[in-house]
């Protein structure tokens, strides 16, 4: 079992950033692929990032492309979202997910291991 706690959301203004913390415990070895989702309020849970464990494999969700960067830090067992040029349509909780398999992908169904999610509000 993997178990991953997300931390840094809070309240920002529109234009800012924003760094979210995603750290894993147990079997950490099943964390080859770590991901970002988020889901706003009435809406579905929309896939924002996701990294392979070496850190050279990314791939990004058409609504954050540009803004945002995705990182991980496997000796810490850490992974961050850096979100840039923040907009009030980025508003949502934000959930750090993880998969052993290999692959990146953006469908939530794949990934074996969530987080209880940490809420972003971005204000205008």
């Known amino acids: 079992q993997v178990q991953l706690v997300e931390s840094g959301g809070g309240l920002v203004q529109a234009g800012g950033s924003l760094r979210l913390s995603c750290a894993a415990s147990g079997r950490t070895s099943a964390t080859a692929i770590v991901a970002w989702f988020r889901q706003a309020p009435g809406k579905e849970r929309e896939f924002v990032a996701a990294?392979?464990?070496?850190?050279?494999?990314?791939y990004f969700g058409d609504s954050v492309q540009g803004r945002v960067t995705i990182s991980r830090d496997n000796a810490k067992n850490m992974a961050y979202l850096e979100m840039n040029s923040l907009k009030p349509a980025d508003t949502a909780v934000y959930y750090c997910a993880a998969k052993a398999k290999l692959g990146l992908t953006k469908f939530r169904t794949a990934y074996d291991y969530w987080g209880q999610g940490t809420p972003v509000t971005v204000s205008t």
């Open positions: 990294i392979n464990w070496s850190g050279n494999g990314m």
